[in-house]
């Protein structure tokens, strides 16, 4: 069973930025790909970024060019660095692993809201 554990979230004004982290235990990190999700009020979930196991990235179009996704798997901690925040990146961050296993794991959340 893996615990994720977020963390980072806030209020912060549009250009602004904050730095959420995710602590994963009970699994083993270095063989999970990891991604951060969003959830906005009235809207779906959706992917944000994702890095691999093999720490191959992936973002979303809307995210590219200001999120950077890391992590440091002797910390088994994904990180995501959001620059130059925008009203439309408000909505609950979700930290996600997917094992080298087939098993999924959420995160309980964190609160990201970008003020005009």
């Known amino acids: 069973q893996v615990q994720l554990v977020e963390s980072g979230g806030g209020l912060v004004q549009t250009g602004g930025s904050l730095r959420l982290s995710c602590v994963a235990s009970?699994?083993?990190?270095?063989?999970?790909?990891m991604a951060w999700y969003r959830q906005a009020p009235g809207k779906q979930r959706e992917m944000v970024a994702s890095?691999?196991?093999?720490?191959?990235?992936n973002y979303a179009n809307s995210v590219k060019g200001r999120f950077t996704i890391s992590r440091s798997d002797p910390d088994s901690t994904v990180s995501l660095q959001m620059n130059n925040l925008k009203p439309e990146d408000t909505g609950v961050y979700y930290c996600n692993a997917h094992t080298f296993f087939g098993d999924e794991y959420w995160g309980q959340g964190t609160q990201v809201t970008v003020s005009s």
């Open positions: 890095i691999s196991m093999t720490t191959r990235t």
């Open positions: 009970g699994g083993t990190f270095s063989r999970s790909d």
